[in-house]
């Protein structure tokens, strides 16, 4: 009977990893450029009390043996990068990446993030930077007196001035792809990191080599469904309820076994 209240206690804990995973989806469902979580689980170890394909007798085999399950575990989150829906925002530094890639910034520390928000601004040197003032990466710098800013669909930047109806180019923006992404590290921010599991970025200009189109005055909103984590967190709270049951059950067996012997 104690097996049944540790069993049961697991499917707890994991219940309630899970049902943190999806409140953190549901939080984020207005954050530009989120990837929202799923829980992964997965079984613990099994007690083979009797073992398949054993011999039962000379001539028989066990056909399943005895085999008990002590419980579950949440051995992982995944981060599921799917498109969210493309916002038109007609502001000249929202960029949005319809595709794979992420926009590289360049990290206090020096290290490069990478992020799918691309609501930008201006510093006070005239540099694209996030809301957290890290640099887009390679920096663009806009020169003085510019009078419009261009991103276009393959990534080449460009502006005109006051007193010239002439465009320069003033960059070449590039996006990032993975192997994996999953596998990258969230840090929070809207930003991940490398990571071996994510395996090195591939840089390439928008719409090449898989790698998604740019969009200008255009912000990627969040892939969370709304709707669909309601109906997964009503499944989670279901199945903590039955859980919490069978620690009820298993305590009023072990009461009635105490009061009778």
Known sequence: MHGALFVAKTGLSAQDTSLKVISNNLANVSTVGFKKDRAVFEDLLYEIRRQPGAQSAEDSQLPSGLQVGSGVKVVGTQKLFSTGTMEVTEQAFDMAINGRGFFQVTLPSGEIGYTRNGQFHLNADNQLVTAEGYLLEPAITLPAETTNFTAGGDGVL???????????????????????????????????????ASGAPALNNPGTAGSGILRQGTLETSNV????????????????????????TADEMLSFVSQQL
């Open 225 to 248: 469904n709304a709707v669909e984590e309601l109906v997964t967190m009503i499944t989670t709270q279901r199945a903590y309820e039955m859980n919490s049951k069978v620690i009820s």
């Open 158 to 196: 460009s502006v005109t001035t006051a007193g010239s109806s002439v465009s320069t180019q003033i960059g070449q923006l590039q996006v990032a792809d993975f192997v994996n992404p999953a596998g990258l590290q969230a840090m929070g921010q809207n930003l991940f990191l490398e990571t071996t």
